[in-house]
């Protein structure tokens, strides 16, 4: 597409000829794919450290030289009499022979496939690009073209040194590795070397390369595209390359050079990069249109508590509303996906209600940076690390509960996955490891259902009664949400941000878990806060509150939005108001138990205030 694109700009009608006729046979093209997947798969099965599809270094378990420095080790020292190592030895090579199994390296073996099959495509399309060439230059009759098309796509291989059939090469390796997202840069190779230097980083940047060539990807598909470097190289016509140039870019994309055809070869892939372009244009100018019409949403706002609350409200990240009203995920679709989202949350984040000052725009800007760029690179991997340092236990709780199971169970993300389509209900969850470990697991239906402290309902991602929407958002990318009802969104509008904290009474008694989860049950039937939201979204105040608030900052009047037009304020009163009754009551069907627990907890302060006096009164006697 981005061929085609890029070549349409131009006005290049033999690019467009050549391109077309690449991708038109895609049944012989995903034949030949599917087949080398097929035979990648099979071969990785039988042999662990199968490398004939290189370039993801978490693939290939190439262990065996350490196993070999350990044993040395390990029978050296039983000489010296000392059989400890030996014994250790025996339990590593035991836990390794079982973690070589096909089965539990299935994930591994498919990703392995997968970059197969992209080889394989990519290969045959640019088989049939070089005999397209040939036709054109009159060396060939077009009669042949398919039949040179398939010699070309038979010369691409070679024999690895057990006689297996390999892709070799080096320019259809590139153009994989970047779709793949493999590719080896400077910037993964410095990261690996400090990952070397201190293994335990290696928690926090599992995975390095990816995210990479994620980033550089989505660059190409910038609409400033010529001020990146590789793209501005191939910014001039062929005939206006100074001697040697074209040579070493075509060098550079793993491309052998050649006089009769580099000028076809440059322009392919100055015509593609120009489509990237072309795309990464359009989706821009698609998004500027869809969120002006409030139909598209990006990562979200600056503001983490205005973020929170946006969650409560059902507003889901980097979706598109449909007709009709429901969401569905743009995510995953590479590089459009980013520039969407990065063009969204500009605008979203300049729309804020806020002060308007520097530092609100600093803080915008921040965001902006870090959910497009940082988010997507390993360093989102450190956050978690900081919190840890910095002695946060729901961080490090939270880490070990995703992180344990994924270390030490086999299947545990398909385990995860078969949770979430089995129990879709969101749940009340205590920051301690058993009850996040719980919520990763079947034991999730031990914990107690999460209820929607506006409308009463079990808060879950879609109707639990839709069974292929539950299979669907749970296996693809694409998730389908629900609508925003209309009292949700104008909390969303008004950027209210508060929400019911429940950790204790609002009087310093804690409140259990199963306390919390029916407050939010009682505080839903009960309504008593959204009837106050749908009064207030009547009024006439409500209904001009974004539009005077932009009045009022246009005027010089620096207005505060927690207390212009008392809004925010009669939404929080009526929001406490709620919580109260709704705990009176959980308190009165119990006994009493939380004015119970108020007033051991005030004794126990008492008793602890006087053991202090006292002993303060004794130290004096004693001196």
Request: hydrophobic share 40%; charged share 25%.
């Given at each position: 597409?981005?061929?085609?694109?890029?070549?349409?700009?131009?006005?290049?009608?033999?690019?467009?000829?050549?391109?077309?006729?690449?991708?038109?046979?895609?049944?012989?093209?995903?034949?030949?794919?599917?087949?080398?997947?097929?035979?990648?798969?099979?071969?990785?099965?039988?042999?662990?450290?199968?490398?004939?599809?290189?370039?993801?270094?978490?693939?290939?378990?190439?262990?065996?030289?350490?196993?070999?420095?350990?044993?040395?080790?390990?029978?050296?020292?039983?000489?010296?009499?000392?059989?400890?190592?030996?014994?250790?030895?025996?339990?590593?090579?035991?836990?390794?022979?079982?973690?070589?199994?096909?089965?539990?390296?299935?994930?591994?073996?498919?990703?392995?496939?997968?970059?197969?099959?992209?080889?394989?495509?990519?290969?045959?399309?640019?088989?049939?690009?070089?005999?397209?060439?040939?036709?054109?230059?009159?060396?060939?009759?077009?009669?042949?073209?398919?039949?040179?098309?398939?010699?070309?796509?038979?010369?691409?291989?070679?024999?690895?040194?057990?006689?297996?059939?390999?892709?070799?090469?080096?320019?259809?390796?590139?153009?994989?590795?970047?779709?793949?997202?493999?590719?080896?840069?400077?910037?993964?190779?410095?990261?690996?070397?400090?990952?070397?230097?201190?293994?335990?980083?290696?928690?926090?940047?599992?995975?390095?390369?990816?995210?990479?060539?994620?980033?550089?990807?989505?660059?190409?598909?910038?609409?400033?595209?010529?001020?990146?470097?590789?793209?501005?190289?191939?910014?001039?016509?062929?005939?206006?390359?100074?001697?040697?140039?074209?040579?070493?870019?075509?060098?550079?994309?793993?491309?052998?050079?050649?006089?009769?055809?580099?000028?076809?070869?440059?322009?392919?892939?100055?015509?593609?990069?120009?489509?990237?372009?072309?795309?990464?244009?359009?989706?821009?100018?698609?998004?500027?249109?869809?969120?002006?019409?409030?139909?598209?949403?990006?990562?979200?706002?600056?503001?983490?508590?205005?973020?929170?609350?946006?969650?409560?409200?059902?507003?889901?990240?980097?979706?598109?509303?449909?007709?009709?009203?429901?969401?569905?995920?743009?995510?995953?679709?590479?590089?459009?996906?980013?520039?969407?989202?990065?063009?969204?949350?500009?605008?979203?984040?300049?729309?804020?209600?806020?002060?308007?000052?520097?530092?609100?725009?600093?803080?915008?800007?921040?965001?902006?940076?870090?959910?497009?760029?940082?988010?997507?690179?390993?360093?989102?991997?450190?956050?978690?690390?900081?919190?840890?340092?910095?002695?946060?236990?729901?961080?490090?709780?939270?880490?070990?509960?995703?992180?344990?199971?994924?270390?030490?169970?086999?299947?545990?993300?398909?385990?995860?996955?078969?949770?979430?389509?089995?129990?879709?209900?969101?749940?009340?969850?205590?920051?301690?490891?058993?009850?996040?470990?719980?919520?990763?697991?079947?034991?999730?239906?031990?914990?107690?259902?999460?209820?929607?402290?506006?409308?009463?309902?079990?808060?879950?991602?879609?109707?639990?009664?839709?069974?292929?929407?539950?299979?669907?958002?749970?296996?693809?990318?694409?998730?389908?949400?629900?609508?925003?009802?209309?009292?949700?969104?104008?909390?969303?509008?008004?950027?209210?941000?508060?929400?019911?904290?429940?950790?204790?009474?609002?009087?310093?008694?804690?409140?259990?878990?199963?306390?919390?989860?029916?407050?939010?049950?009682?505080?839903?039937?009960?309504?008593?806060?959204?009837?106050?939201?749908?009064?207030?979204?009547?009024?006439?105040?409500?209904?001009?509150?974004?539009?005077?608030?932009?009045?009022?900052?246009?005027?010089?009047?620096?207005?505060?939005?927690?207390?212009f037009t008392s809004i925010h304020t009669e939404l929080t009163r009526a929001l406490n108001l709620a919580k109260e009754l709704a705990i009176a009551e959980i308190d009165a069907n119990s006994n009493y138990s939380i004015l119970n627990r108020k007033y051991e907890d005030k004794t126990q302060q008492q008793e602890n205030q006087l053991s202090t006096v006292q002993n303060i009164l004794n130290q004096t006697k004693v001196r």
């Amino acid at each position: 597409l981005t061929l085609m694109a890029g070549a349409l700009i131009k006005g290049d009608k033999y690019t467009m000829r050549r391109g077309m006729y690449q991708y038109m046979a895609m049944t012989d093209t995903l034949g030949k794919g599917m087949k080398y997947f097929g035979e990648t798969l099979r071969r990785s099965g039988v042999d662990p450290n199968y490398s004939g599809v290189a370039g993801r270094e978490s693939l290939i378990r190439q262990n065996e030289k350490q196993l070999e420095i350990m044993n040395a080790f390990a029978d050296a020292k039983a000489m010296e009499g000392d059989y400890g190592p030996q014994a250790m030895m025996a339990q590593i090579e035991a836990i390794n022979d079982l973690a070589q199994h096909p089965w539990l390296r299935m994930g591994t073996r498919l990703m392995q496939a997968a970059d197969g099959f992209t080889q394989a495509v990519i290969g045959n399309i640019e088989a049939r690009g070089k005999a397209f060439d040939l036709v054109a230059k009159g060396k060939i009759d077009a009669d042949a073209m398919d039949t040179v098309a398939q010699s070309a796509y038979k010369e691409i291989w070679k024999l690895d040194e057990q006689g297996r059939a390999i892709i070799s090469d080096e320019a259809v390796k590139k153009a994989s590795g970047e779709i793949a997202m493999n590719l080896d840069n400077a910037a993964n190779d410095a990261l690996s070397s400090v990952i070397r230097k201190v293994p335990a980083l290696k928690p926090f940047l599992l995975f390095t390369k990816t995210p990479i060539n994620m980033m550089g990807f989505a660059a190409s598909h910038s609409p400033m595209a010529l001020f990146i470097d590789d793209l501005a190289q191939f910014g001039k016509n062929f005939d206006q390359l100074p001697a040697g140039k074209a040579e070493q870019l075509l060098k550079s994309k793993g491309i052998e050079f050649n006089p009769e055809t580099a000028e076809i070869a440059y322009n392919s892939i100055r015509a593609e990069m120009k489509g990237r372009k072309a795309l990464g244009t359009l989706a821009v100018m698609a998004t500027i249109g869809l969120f002006l019409t409030g139909n598209i949403t990006g990562n979200g706002v600056y503001d983490r508590q205005k973020q929170q609350g946006r969650r409560q409200f059902d507003w889901k990240p980097r979706s598109i509303r449909l007709p009709g009203g429901k969401w569905v995920s743009y995510d995953n679709l590479g590089a459009i996906t980013d520039w969407m989202a990065l063009t969204a949350d500009i605008m979203d984040n300049h729309d804020v209600l806020a002060a308007g000052d520097f530092e609100q725009l600093m803080s915008g800007m921040g965001f902006v940076i870090s959910a497009s760029f940082t988010d997507k690179s390993m360093l989102a991997g450190i956050e978690p690390l900081y919190d840890m340092a910095n002695g946060n236990v729901g961080a490090i709780n939270r880490w070990t509960s995703s992180f344990l199971p994924a270390a030490t169970m086999p299947g545990a993300s398909q385990m995860a996955e078969l949770t979430r389509l089995m129990s879709p209900n969101l749940r009340v969850v205590e920051e301690r490891l058993d009850a996040m470990l719980a919520n990763r697991t079947p034991l999730k239906v031990t914990l107690p259902d999460q209820y929607d402290w506006i409308d009463g309902d079990k808060i879950v991602d879609y109707a639990p009664e839709e069974i292929l929407t539950r299979l669907w958002n749970t296996y693809s990318p694409w998730k389908v949400n629900g609508k925003i009802s209309d009292v949700k969104q104008f909390l969303i509008d008004i950027e209210y941000d508060h929400r019911p904290n429940l950790k204790t009474d609002g009087r310093g008694t804690d409140l259990s878990i199963k306390e919390q989860a029916e407050v939010y049950r009682i505080m839903g039937r009960d309504k008593i806060f959204k009837k106050e939201v749908e009064r207030i979204m009547k009024s006439q105040t409500g209904k001009q509150f974004r539009e005077a608030f932009r009045i009022a900052q246009q005027n010089g009047m620096e207005p505060e939005l927690s207390k212009f037009t008392s809004i925010h304020t009669e939404l929080t009163r009526a929001l406490n108001l709620a919580k109260e009754l709704a705990i009176a009551e959980i308190d009165a069907n119990s006994n009493y138990s939380i004015l119970n627990r108020k007033y051991e907890d005030k004794t126990q302060q008492q008793e602890n205030q006087l053991s202090t006096v006292q002993n303060i009164l004794n130290q004096t006697k004693v001196r």
